[in-house]
Structures are given as structure tokens and as C-alpha cells.
């Protein structure tokens, strides 16, 4: 059975993949066109995504919590824009 990882921790991860996401080194030969960083970007944007999906729908999540979780979509937003455009 998987371990239960708190809201706070999985914030801090979320935030830690969009981080890594945007320090993906671009591949000189093909640039930002490059298949295989796009989706190497889109996969870590969306293990973010996913860390934090259920956290507001949980009934122990309080305001700050589920107002952190709307600031890493909008994060993710951010960075898929900034990153692959």
C-alpha cells in the first residue's frame, strides 16, 4: 500500500517538479521544437499537477491550503507557457 503523504510535502514537491521543469536543459540541435524535451517538460508539469489534484477536495484541507494548491496550477500554467513558447 502506497504511503499517505501530507498536503504540505506534496506542495513542496509539486513546486520542486515545476522548479525541475524549468531548469530542463534545452537540446542545442533542435531547440524547444524537440520532441522529447516537450514532453519530458509536459510529464514533470503534470506530476506536479497530479501531486496536488485531490488536496482541495479533501474535507481536512483548510483555506491557505487549497488557495496553495490553486497557485501551482497556476504555476504549472505559468511555466508550460514560459518554457515551450
Known amino acids: 500500500m502506497a504511503k499517505l503523504i501530507p498536503a504540505a510535502e506534496r506542495i513542496i514537491r509539486a513546486r520542486a517538479l515545476i522548479q525541475k521543469a524549468r531548469e530542463l536543459p534545452v537540446p542545442p540541435e533542435s531547440g524547444r521544437n524537440d520532441f522529447s524535451y516537450i514532453a519530458n517538460v509536459k510529464d514533470l508539469l503534470r506530476q506536479a499537477r497530479d501531486l496536488v489534484k485531490f488536496i482541495s477536495m479533501t474535507p ?4 491557505e491550503i487549497k488557495e496553495e494548491v490553486k497557485r501551482i496550477y497556476q ?11
Request: hydrophobic share 40%; aromatic share 0%; proline share 0%.
Open 60 to 63: 481536512s484541507a483548510s483555506a
Open 75 to 85: 504555476e504549472a500554467e505559468q511555466a508550460d507557457r514560459e518554457i515551450l513558447q
